[in-house]
T-cell receptor, first 111, second 115 residues
Framework: GQQVMQIPQYQHVQEGEDFTTYCNSS?????IQWYKQRPGGHPVFLIQ?????EVKKQKRLTFQFGEAKKNSSLHITATQTTDVGTYFC???????????FGTGTRLKVLA | DVKVTQSSRYLVKRTGEKVFLECVQD?????MFWYRQDPGLGLRLIYF???????EKGDIPEGYSVSREKKERFSLILESASTNQTSMYLC??????????????FGSGTRLTVV
């Protein structure tokens, strides 16, 4: 079946270091969304990418959609303790309305 | 802001009980979803609904059913709870696919323990 794999599963970084999480889909996607879930909280929508090769920025967060629309990445520059949480991608396979969530990357930031 | 409200934050039920999880959204969203979240498995779709009285199976519908009698309310039913249904259950809503760029809005979740 259609799958969205996300790596790494866990990442510990020192505050100030950069962080990247990657999503890979087994099928071509119409678009991909990213969510953040704080510890004890629920996923919160961050952004959607639609175009091949698209890059979007939100302050220290940079989101990228691959040229083939099968992979995506989220990069955080100079992490802060407020970045702690689990980051999920959610891909919408072409021709469907459903979103398939990745398994998430749990980020811990050490002060 | 869109609000998605789940009726219980924590629930403890006995094996074999019929369990109802309620979800209400207040922004007239067409789409509603039920996910379960387990460590290492991410979010898995149980059922979803694009309209009142309409439902479609997600990836793991076995042992669950849903009801959507009103646009704002989407209920998840565990017909006969089992211990492997112990999990965090998340309800979400969204606008139509044509306006999906606003993403899903999730409720705070219900942590269900079946003993």
């Amino acid at each position: 079946g259609q799958q969205v794999m996300q790596i790494p599963q866990y990442q510990h970084v020192q505050e100030g270091e950069d962080f990247t999480t990657y999503c890979n889909s087994s099928t071509t996607l119409s678009n991909i969304q990213w969510y953040k879930q704080r510890p004890g909280g629920h996923p919160v929508f961050l952004i959607q990418l639609v175009k091949s090769g698209e890059v979007k920025k939100q302050k220290r967060l940079t989101f990228q959609f691959g040229e083939a629309k099968k992979n995506s990445s989220l990069h955080i520059t100079a992490t802060q303790t407020t970045d702690v949480g689990t980051y999920f991608c959610a891909g919408q396979p072409s021709g469907t309305y459903k979103y398939i969530f990745g398994t998430g990357t749990r980020l811990k930031v050490l002060a | 802001d869109v609000k998605v409200t789940q009726s219980s934050r924590y629930l403890v039920k006995r094996t074999g009980e019929k369990v109802f999880l309620e979800c209400v959204q207040d922004m007239d969203h067409e789409n509603m979803f039920w996910y379960r979240q387990d460590p290492g498995l991410g979010l898995r779709l149980i059922y979803f609904s694009y309209d009142v009285k309409m439902k479609e199976k997600g990836d793991i519908p076995e042992g669950y059913s849903v009801s959507r009698e009103k646009k704002e309310r989407f209920s998840l039913i565990l017909e006969s709870a089992s211990t492997n249904q112990t999990s965090m259950y998340l309800c979400a809503s969204s606008l139509t696919p044509a306006r999906a760029q606003y993403g899903y809005t999730f409720g705070s979740g219900t942590r269900l323990t079946v003993v």
